[in-house]
Protein backbone atom coordinates (compact mmCIF):
# COMPACT_ATOMS: atom_id res chain seq x y z
CA UNK A 1 0.00 0.00 0.00
CA UNK A 2 1.30 3.34 -1.08
CA UNK A 3 0.13 6.86 -0.34
CA UNK A 4 1.21 9.36 -2.76
CA UNK A 5 0.80 13.04 -3.81
CA UNK A 6 1.35 15.54 -7.04
CA UNK A 7 1.18 18.88 -6.57
CA UNK A 8 0.32 20.56 -9.65
CA UNK A 9 1.85 24.01 -10.49
CA UNK A 10 0.16 27.54 -9.46
CA UNK A 11 -3.05 28.37 -11.25
CA UNK A 12 -2.77 31.98 -11.98
CA UNK A 13 -6.09 33.24 -11.90
CA UNK A 14 -5.49 37.23 -11.99
CA UNK A 15 -1.90 38.22 -12.92
CA UNK A 16 -0.20 39.58 -10.81
CA UNK A 17 0.05 43.92 -11.44
CA UNK A 18 2.63 45.90 -11.76
CA UNK A 19 2.32 49.61 -12.61
CA UNK A 20 3.29 50.86 -15.86
CA UNK A 21 4.51 54.32 -14.61
CA UNK A 22 6.32 55.19 -11.07
CA UNK A 23 3.74 54.72 -7.82
CA UNK A 24 4.05 55.11 -4.39
CA UNK A 25 3.17 52.76 -2.23
CA UNK A 26 0.32 53.90 0.26
CA UNK A 27 -1.63 52.12 3.78
CA UNK A 28 -3.72 49.50 2.95
CA UNK A 29 -5.46 46.74 5.31
CA UNK A 30 -5.83 43.48 5.21
CA UNK A 31 -8.42 40.99 6.81
CA UNK A 32 -8.11 37.42 6.61
CA UNK A 33 -11.37 35.60 6.84
CA UNK A 34 -11.83 32.79 9.22
CA UNK A 35 -14.12 30.99 6.95
CA UNK A 36 -12.57 28.52 4.49
CA UNK A 37 -14.25 29.65 1.25
CA UNK A 38 -16.44 27.11 -0.29
CA UNK A 39 -16.43 24.66 2.84
CA UNK A 40 -17.62 26.90 5.42
CA UNK A 41 -21.40 27.45 5.68
CA UNK A 42 -22.33 31.81 6.05
CA UNK A 43 -24.98 32.58 8.78
CA UNK A 44 -27.07 33.82 6.45
CA UNK A 45 -26.60 31.22 3.31
CA UNK A 46 -27.74 28.60 5.75
CA UNK A 47 -31.20 30.28 5.38
CA UNK A 48 -31.79 29.08 1.90
CA UNK A 49 -32.78 25.74 2.01
CA UNK A 50 -32.86 24.79 -1.57
CA UNK A 51 -29.16 26.05 -2.33
CA UNK A 52 -26.52 23.46 -2.72
CA UNK A 53 -24.13 22.92 0.24
CA UNK A 54 -20.93 22.84 -1.60
CA UNK A 55 -20.27 24.07 -5.43
CA UNK A 56 -20.35 21.39 -8.06
CA UNK A 57 -16.51 20.96 -7.58
CA UNK A 58 -16.69 19.60 -4.71
CA UNK A 59 -17.84 16.18 -3.65
CA UNK A 60 -20.27 16.90 -0.76
CA UNK A 61 -19.82 13.28 0.93
CA UNK A 62 -15.81 13.52 1.35
CA UNK A 63 -15.39 17.27 2.04
CA UNK A 64 -17.72 16.08 4.81
CA UNK A 65 -15.39 13.87 6.24
CA UNK A 66 -11.93 15.54 5.37
CA UNK A 67 -12.50 18.97 6.04
CA UNK A 68 -14.64 18.60 9.47
CA UNK A 69 -14.67 21.26 12.03
CA UNK A 70 -11.56 20.47 13.41
CA UNK A 71 -9.43 20.14 10.07
CA UNK A 72 -10.90 23.82 9.31
CA UNK A 73 -9.90 25.52 12.48
CA UNK A 74 -6.14 23.84 11.94
CA UNK A 75 -6.65 25.20 8.57
CA UNK A 76 -7.80 28.57 9.86
CA UNK A 77 -4.81 28.92 12.63
CA UNK A 78 -2.18 28.26 10.33
CA UNK A 79 -4.02 30.35 7.12
CA UNK A 80 -3.93 33.45 10.12
CA UNK A 81 -0.66 32.87 11.36
CA UNK A 82 0.87 33.52 8.24
CA UNK A 83 -1.02 36.45 6.83
CA UNK A 84 0.08 38.13 10.31
CA UNK A 85 3.47 37.03 9.13
CA UNK A 86 3.06 38.18 5.66
CA UNK A 87 1.26 41.35 6.09
CA UNK A 88 3.11 42.81 9.54
CA UNK A 89 1.63 46.18 9.07
CA UNK A 90 -1.52 45.69 7.68
CA UNK A 91 -3.58 42.99 9.22
CA UNK A 92 -6.68 43.91 11.48
CA UNK A 93 -9.49 41.76 12.17
CA UNK A 94 -13.02 42.07 10.96
CA UNK A 95 -14.31 44.19 14.32
CA UNK A 96 -11.82 46.56 13.08
CA UNK A 97 -13.73 47.88 9.65
CA UNK A 98 -16.11 50.68 9.92
CA UNK A 99 -17.67 52.73 7.22
CA UNK A 100 -15.07 55.61 8.48
CA UNK A 101 -11.98 54.76 10.08
CA UNK A 102 -9.47 56.38 12.56
CA UNK A 103 -6.35 55.35 9.90
CA UNK A 104 -5.41 59.23 9.25
CA UNK A 105 -4.97 60.61 12.74
CA UNK A 106 -4.38 57.27 14.98
CA UNK A 107 -1.44 54.87 14.79
CA UNK A 108 -1.87 51.52 13.15
CA UNK A 109 -2.23 48.54 15.83
CA UNK A 110 -2.20 45.38 14.40
CA UNK A 111 -4.51 42.32 14.24
CA UNK A 112 -7.83 42.26 16.88
CA UNK A 113 -10.94 40.48 17.12
CA UNK A 114 -11.91 40.62 20.96
CA UNK A 115 -15.00 42.30 20.25
CA UNK A 116 -16.81 45.62 18.32
CA UNK A 117 -14.71 48.35 20.19
CA UNK A 118 -11.57 47.52 19.22
CA UNK A 119 -8.75 50.48 19.77
CA UNK A 120 -8.25 50.71 16.20
CA UNK A 121 -10.33 51.07 13.19
CA UNK A 122 -10.01 51.14 9.27
CA UNK A 123 -12.15 52.40 6.46
CA UNK A 124 -13.77 49.75 4.70
CA UNK A 125 -12.52 51.97 1.09
CA UNK A 126 -8.96 50.89 1.72
CA UNK A 127 -9.41 47.40 3.48
CA UNK A 128 -8.85 44.17 1.41
CA UNK A 129 -10.31 40.63 2.38
CA UNK A 130 -7.86 37.76 2.29
CA UNK A 131 -9.66 34.21 2.34
CA UNK A 132 -8.16 30.87 1.82
CA UNK A 133 -10.43 27.94 0.05
CA UNK A 134 -11.17 24.86 -1.70
CA UNK A 135 -12.36 24.87 -4.78
CA UNK A 136 -12.59 21.56 -5.69
CA UNK A 137 -12.27 18.08 -4.50
CA UNK A 138 -12.92 15.10 -6.19
CA UNK A 139 -12.66 11.26 -5.84
CA UNK A 140 -11.68 8.57 -8.34
CA UNK A 141 -11.47 4.76 -7.80
CA UNK A 142 -9.60 2.81 -10.31
CA UNK A 143 -9.84 -1.24 -10.12
CA UNK A 144 -8.31 -3.43 -12.03
CA UNK A 145 -9.89 -6.61 -11.39
CA UNK A 146 -10.65 -6.66 -15.56
CA UNK A 147 -6.59 -6.97 -15.74
CA UNK A 148 -6.93 -9.99 -13.13
CA UNK A 149 -5.58 -7.95 -10.28
CA UNK A 150 -7.02 -7.16 -7.14
CA UNK A 151 -4.91 -3.81 -7.17
CA UNK A 152 -7.23 -1.02 -6.52
CA UNK A 153 -5.90 2.97 -6.08
CA UNK A 154 -8.34 6.11 -4.66
CA UNK A 155 -7.42 9.37 -6.02
CA UNK A 156 -8.46 12.66 -4.61
CA UNK A 157 -7.46 16.25 -6.11
CA UNK A 158 -7.89 19.17 -3.91
CA UNK A 159 -7.71 22.68 -5.19
CA UNK A 160 -6.81 25.24 -2.52
CA UNK A 161 -7.60 28.82 -3.42
CA UNK A 162 -6.27 32.33 -1.96
CA UNK A 163 -8.59 35.14 -2.66
CA UNK A 164 -8.08 38.74 -2.20
CA UNK A 165 -10.62 40.97 -2.42
CA UNK A 166 -11.44 44.72 -2.39
CA UNK A 167 -14.08 45.41 0.00
CA UNK A 168 -15.23 48.95 -2.07
CA UNK A 169 -16.65 47.43 -4.99
CA UNK A 170 -16.77 43.75 -4.07
CA UNK A 171 -13.51 43.30 -6.41
CA UNK A 172 -11.44 39.79 -6.64
CA UNK A 173 -8.54 41.59 -7.51
CA UNK A 174 -5.84 38.89 -6.60
CA UNK A 175 -6.54 35.26 -7.21
CA UNK A 176 -3.94 32.14 -7.40
CA UNK A 177 -4.50 28.55 -6.92
CA UNK A 178 -2.78 25.20 -6.60
CA UNK A 179 -3.83 21.39 -6.62
CA UNK A 180 -2.26 18.53 -4.68
CA UNK A 181 -3.62 15.09 -5.49
CA UNK A 182 -3.17 12.31 -2.86
CA UNK A 183 -3.18 8.50 -4.14
CA UNK A 184 -3.72 5.52 -2.02
CA UNK A 185 -2.71 1.86 -3.78
CA UNK A 186 -3.20 -0.74 -2.25
CA UNK A 187 -5.31 -4.10 -2.40
CA UNK A 188 -9.21 -4.09 -2.82
CA UNK A 189 -9.66 -6.73 -0.20
CA UNK A 190 -7.92 -3.22 2.23
CA UNK A 191 -9.14 -0.79 0.71
CA UNK A 192 -12.90 -1.09 0.85
CA UNK A 193 -15.75 -2.29 3.25
CA UNK A 194 -18.02 -2.84 0.42
CA UNK A 195 -16.81 -2.80 -3.39
CA UNK A 196 -19.68 -2.48 -5.01
CA UNK A 197 -20.51 0.77 -2.98
CA UNK A 198 -16.84 2.30 -3.01
CA UNK A 199 -17.48 2.32 0.93
CA UNK A 200 -13.67 2.73 1.84
CA UNK A 201 -12.87 1.43 5.13
CA UNK A 202 -12.60 3.91 7.82
CA UNK A 203 -9.21 3.65 8.80
CA UNK A 204 -8.14 3.92 5.00
CA UNK A 205 -10.07 7.42 5.34
CA UNK A 206 -8.36 8.43 8.20
CA UNK A 207 -4.78 7.95 6.93
CA UNK A 208 -6.41 9.93 3.59
CA UNK A 209 -7.34 12.56 5.73
CA UNK A 210 -4.60 12.93 8.02
CA UNK A 211 -1.89 13.47 5.13
CA UNK A 212 -4.32 16.08 3.40
CA UNK A 213 -5.00 18.09 6.47
CA UNK A 214 -1.95 17.75 8.45
CA UNK A 215 0.74 17.84 5.68
CA UNK A 216 -0.28 18.61 2.49
CA UNK A 217 -2.80 21.65 3.30
CA UNK A 218 -0.14 22.95 5.37
CA UNK A 219 2.43 23.20 2.72
CA UNK A 220 -0.15 24.46 0.24
CA UNK A 221 -1.44 27.54 2.67
CA UNK A 222 2.29 28.46 3.44
CA UNK A 223 2.76 28.74 -0.29
CA UNK A 224 -0.46 30.42 -1.53
CA UNK A 225 0.10 33.08 1.34
CA UNK A 226 4.10 33.67 0.42
CA UNK A 227 2.60 34.55 -3.06
CA UNK A 228 -0.51 36.71 -2.63
CA UNK A 229 2.44 38.81 -0.23
CA UNK A 230 5.33 38.81 -3.49
CA UNK A 231 2.75 39.46 -6.02
CA UNK A 232 -0.02 41.98 -4.11
CA UNK A 233 1.25 45.30 -3.97
CA UNK A 234 -1.49 48.44 -4.72
CA UNK A 235 -0.11 51.18 -6.08
CA UNK A 236 -0.67 54.55 -6.05
CA UNK A 237 -0.51 56.37 -9.60
CA UNK A 238 -0.75 59.97 -11.07
CA UNK A 239 -3.11 60.59 -13.99
CA UNK A 240 -3.79 64.41 -15.33
CA UNK A 241 -7.12 65.62 -16.09
CA UNK A 242 -6.69 66.72 -19.97
CA UNK A 243 -10.45 67.68 -20.75
CA UNK A 244 -13.48 68.48 -18.54
CA UNK A 245 -17.06 69.78 -19.93
CA UNK A 246 -18.77 69.85 -16.74
CA UNK A 247 -19.64 66.12 -16.76
CA UNK A 248 -17.04 64.07 -18.86
CA UNK A 249 -13.65 64.21 -17.19
CA UNK A 250 -10.81 62.55 -19.38
CA UNK A 251 -7.07 61.53 -17.94
CA UNK A 252 -4.53 61.15 -20.04
CA UNK A 253 -3.71 57.79 -18.42
CA UNK A 254 -5.74 55.11 -18.92
CA UNK A 255 -6.53 50.74 -18.66
CA UNK A 256 -2.26 50.41 -18.59
CA UNK A 257 -2.27 51.62 -15.38
CA UNK A 258 -5.45 49.84 -13.58
CA UNK A 259 -8.56 52.05 -15.01
CA UNK A 260 -11.96 49.49 -15.91
CA UNK A 261 -15.41 51.00 -16.69
CA UNK A 262 -17.63 50.50 -14.04
CA UNK A 263 -15.55 50.59 -11.76
CA UNK A 264 -14.93 53.30 -9.14
CA UNK A 265 -11.30 54.01 -8.64
CA UNK A 266 -9.95 55.04 -5.12
CA UNK A 267 -8.25 58.45 -5.36
CA UNK A 268 -5.58 58.92 -2.55
CA UNK A 269 -6.79 61.92 -1.46
CA UNK A 270 -8.44 63.89 1.89
CA UNK A 271 -11.18 65.26 -0.01
CA UNK A 272 -13.59 62.56 -1.92
CA UNK A 273 -13.75 61.70 -5.50
CA UNK A 274 -15.63 59.63 -6.65
CA UNK A 275 -15.47 58.59 -10.04
CA UNK A 276 -17.22 55.99 -12.11
CA UNK A 277 -15.36 55.28 -15.32
CA UNK A 278 -17.30 54.95 -18.58
CA UNK A 279 -14.49 54.10 -20.84
CA UNK A 280 -10.61 52.59 -20.35
CA UNK A 281 -8.31 52.45 -22.75
CA UNK A 282 -4.32 52.68 -23.09
CA UNK A 283 -3.27 56.58 -22.72
CA UNK A 284 -7.22 57.43 -22.05
CA UNK A 285 -9.65 57.08 -19.51
CA UNK A 286 -13.16 59.40 -19.57
CA UNK A 287 -15.53 59.04 -16.13
CA UNK A 288 -18.41 61.21 -14.76
CA UNK A 289 -18.72 61.97 -10.89
CA UNK A 290 -20.39 59.11 -8.65
CA UNK A 291 -24.21 59.74 -7.70
CA UNK A 292 -22.95 59.82 -4.04
CA UNK A 293 -23.92 63.69 -3.49
CA UNK A 294 -23.61 67.19 -4.86
CA UNK A 295 -20.45 68.12 -3.00
CA UNK A 296 -18.60 65.20 -4.90
CA UNK A 297 -20.25 66.42 -7.97
CA UNK A 298 -18.93 70.02 -7.83
CA UNK A 299 -15.49 69.08 -6.41
CA UNK A 300 -15.43 67.32 -9.79
CA UNK A 301 -16.31 69.96 -11.89
CA UNK A 302 -14.24 72.21 -10.46
CA UNK A 303 -11.15 70.36 -11.69
CA UNK A 304 -9.52 72.14 -14.74
CA UNK A 305 -6.67 70.57 -17.42
CA UNK A 306 -3.43 69.65 -16.01
CA UNK A 307 -4.92 69.64 -12.31
CA UNK A 308 -3.31 65.58 -11.23
CA UNK A 309 -4.68 63.32 -8.58
CA UNK A 310 -3.28 60.10 -7.19
CA UNK A 311 -5.25 57.08 -8.03
CA UNK A 312 -5.23 53.97 -6.10
CA UNK A 313 -4.93 50.91 -8.30
CA UNK A 314 -4.63 47.22 -7.34
CA UNK A 315 -5.14 44.71 -10.13
CA UNK A 316 -4.76 45.18 -14.29
CA UNK A 317 -6.89 47.48 -16.45
CA UNK A 318 -8.91 46.19 -19.11
CA UNK A 319 -8.78 47.81 -22.26
CA UNK A 320 -12.39 48.48 -23.35
CA UNK A 321 -10.84 49.26 -27.44
CA UNK A 322 -10.20 44.88 -26.90
CA UNK A 323 -13.54 42.59 -27.06
CA UNK A 324 -14.28 40.58 -24.32
CA UNK A 325 -14.73 36.99 -23.92
CA UNK A 326 -16.25 35.14 -21.33
CA UNK A 327 -14.50 31.63 -20.16
CA UNK A 328 -17.78 29.26 -19.87
CA UNK A 329 -18.21 26.80 -17.15
CA UNK A 330 -21.01 24.60 -15.62
CA UNK A 331 -22.45 25.59 -12.88
CA UNK A 332 -25.61 24.20 -10.60
CA UNK A 333 -28.12 26.29 -8.94
CA UNK A 334 -30.17 23.40 -6.68
CA UNK A 335 -29.70 21.32 -4.12
CA UNK A 336 -30.05 18.59 -5.98
CA UNK A 337 -27.89 18.64 -8.94
CA UNK A 338 -24.68 17.58 -8.71
CA UNK A 339 -21.85 18.46 -12.11
CA UNK A 340 -20.77 15.19 -14.28
CA UNK A 341 -17.44 13.93 -13.75
CA UNK A 342 -17.10 14.97 -17.30
CA UNK A 343 -18.15 18.85 -16.12
CA UNK A 344 -15.99 18.84 -13.34
CA UNK A 345 -13.07 17.92 -15.99
CA UNK A 346 -13.75 20.79 -18.54
CA UNK A 347 -14.18 23.25 -15.69
CA UNK A 348 -10.47 22.68 -14.30
CA UNK A 349 -9.06 22.17 -18.09
CA UNK A 350 -11.24 25.46 -18.85
CA UNK A 351 -9.42 26.97 -15.71
CA UNK A 352 -6.43 26.19 -16.39
CA UNK A 353 -6.08 27.24 -20.46
CA UNK A 354 -7.75 30.52 -19.86
CA UNK A 355 -5.27 30.92 -16.72
CA UNK A 356 -2.32 30.45 -18.49
CA UNK A 357 -3.16 32.55 -21.60
CA UNK A 358 -1.65 35.37 -20.05
CA UNK A 359 -2.24 39.36 -20.20
CA UNK A 360 -0.89 39.64 -23.73
CA UNK A 361 -4.34 38.94 -25.68
CA UNK A 362 -6.05 40.34 -28.58
CA UNK A 363 -9.34 40.40 -26.13
CA UNK A 364 -10.16 40.82 -22.20
CA UNK A 365 -10.67 36.85 -20.63
CA UNK A 366 -13.32 37.68 -18.02
CA UNK A 367 -13.55 34.38 -16.11
CA UNK A 368 -16.32 33.50 -13.69
CA UNK A 369 -15.45 32.61 -9.90
CA UNK A 370 -18.11 30.03 -9.02
CA UNK A 371 -17.18 30.78 -5.22
CA UNK A 372 -17.93 34.29 -5.60
CA UNK A 373 -21.02 34.96 -4.42
CA UNK A 374 -20.89 32.26 -1.30
CA UNK A 375 -17.12 34.18 -0.33
CA UNK A 376 -19.42 37.78 -0.13
CA UNK A 377 -21.71 35.92 2.36
CA UNK A 378 -19.09 34.72 4.24
CA UNK A 379 -17.64 38.46 4.47
CA UNK A 380 -21.08 40.08 5.39
CA UNK A 381 -21.39 37.24 8.42
CA UNK A 382 -17.89 37.86 9.58
CA UNK A 383 -17.56 41.60 9.35
CA UNK A 384 -20.58 42.49 11.00
CA UNK A 385 -19.76 44.97 13.92
CA UNK A 386 -20.23 47.90 11.58
CA UNK A 387 -23.47 46.20 9.62
CA UNK A 388 -25.05 49.93 9.08
CA UNK A 389 -22.45 50.43 6.39
CA UNK A 390 -23.12 47.10 3.97
CA UNK A 391 -25.87 49.50 1.91
CA UNK A 392 -23.18 51.75 1.30
CA UNK A 393 -20.42 49.41 -0.03
CA UNK A 394 -20.34 49.25 -3.71
CA UNK A 395 -21.06 45.95 -4.91
CA UNK A 396 -22.77 44.63 -1.46
CA UNK A 397 -26.14 45.17 -2.17
CA UNK A 398 -28.36 45.63 -5.47
CA UNK A 399 -28.86 49.17 -5.58
CA UNK A 400 -25.24 50.28 -5.80
CA UNK A 401 -24.01 46.89 -7.77
CA UNK A 402 -22.77 47.57 -11.22
CA UNK A 403 -23.64 44.89 -13.41
CA UNK A 404 -21.15 43.55 -15.90
CA UNK A 405 -22.10 44.03 -19.85
CA UNK A 406 -22.59 41.11 -21.55
CA UNK A 407 -19.67 39.51 -23.39
CA UNK A 408 -18.89 39.86 -27.19
CA UNK A 409 -17.45 36.58 -27.50
CA UNK A 410 -17.61 33.35 -25.24
CA UNK A 411 -14.55 31.02 -24.90
CA UNK A 412 -16.09 27.06 -25.44
CA UNK A 413 -13.28 23.96 -24.69
CA UNK A 414 -13.71 20.70 -25.68
CA UNK A 415 -11.95 17.98 -24.94
CA UNK A 416 -11.29 13.99 -25.64
CA UNK A 417 -9.52 11.39 -23.31
CA UNK A 418 -8.30 8.36 -25.20
CA UNK A 419 -8.84 4.73 -23.26
CA UNK A 420 -6.51 4.36 -20.10
CA UNK A 421 -3.77 1.26 -20.76
CA UNK A 422 -2.22 0.11 -17.51
CA UNK A 423 1.18 -2.23 -17.72
CA UNK A 424 0.77 -4.23 -14.34
CA UNK A 425 3.51 -6.90 -13.37
CA UNK A 426 2.66 -9.85 -11.41
CA UNK A 427 3.27 -8.69 -7.69
CA UNK A 428 0.65 -6.25 -8.23
CA UNK A 429 2.59 -3.25 -8.77
CA UNK A 430 1.85 -0.27 -11.78
CA UNK A 431 4.45 -0.01 -14.10
CA UNK A 432 3.27 2.17 -16.79
CA UNK A 433 0.46 4.25 -17.70
CA UNK A 434 -0.62 5.55 -20.74
CA UNK A 435 -3.60 8.04 -21.93
CA UNK A 436 -3.71 10.98 -23.80
CA UNK A 437 -6.14 14.27 -23.61
CA UNK A 438 -6.54 16.51 -26.65
CA UNK A 439 -7.87 19.81 -26.02
CA UNK A 440 -9.88 22.14 -28.52
CA UNK A 441 -10.64 25.63 -28.07
CA UNK A 442 -13.28 27.86 -30.07
CA UNK A 443 -14.61 31.28 -30.03
CA UNK A 444 -18.57 31.71 -30.14
CA UNK A 445 -20.54 34.47 -30.67
CA UNK A 446 -24.30 35.14 -29.17
CA UNK A 447 -25.70 33.68 -32.50
CA UNK A 448 -23.71 30.35 -31.47
CA UNK A 449 -21.68 30.67 -34.76
CA UNK A 450 -17.88 29.34 -34.01
CA UNK A 451 -15.69 32.34 -35.23
CA UNK A 452 -12.56 30.65 -34.33
CA UNK A 453 -11.16 27.67 -33.14
Not at 297 to 304: G, H, N, T
Amino acid sequence: MKLSKIILAGLVCSAPFVNASAAAEFQFYVVPLSGLTGISQAANEKSVSNAPKYSGMIDAKFADIIFDDVSQRKIKTRFLNNTLKAFPTSVIGPSQVVEDGKSGSYKYETYDNAGCRPSFTAPYKDTYVISIGVSRLSVYFNDFSSLGSDFSQVIIPVTYTVRLVKLDGASVIFSHSETITSQYKTTSKELYLNKDTKEVKPEIIAKIKSAIIDTDSGKIIDGLVDYAVKNFNPKVTEATVIFNDGKYVAFDKGSEIGFITGELPDVDTKEYYGFDVKYATDGLAIAVAEESSLENKARISRLRVGDKLKFVFSKQGVDDAKPSVLAVQYAIDKADEKLTKEQILSNSLIAIVSDNLGSKLPFNLLKEDPDFVRLKDNIQAEINCSSTMWPKVNGFSAANTIKRKDPDLFLKLDYIVSPVFTAISETGVTSTDFFKTNVGLALIDKSNFIRQR
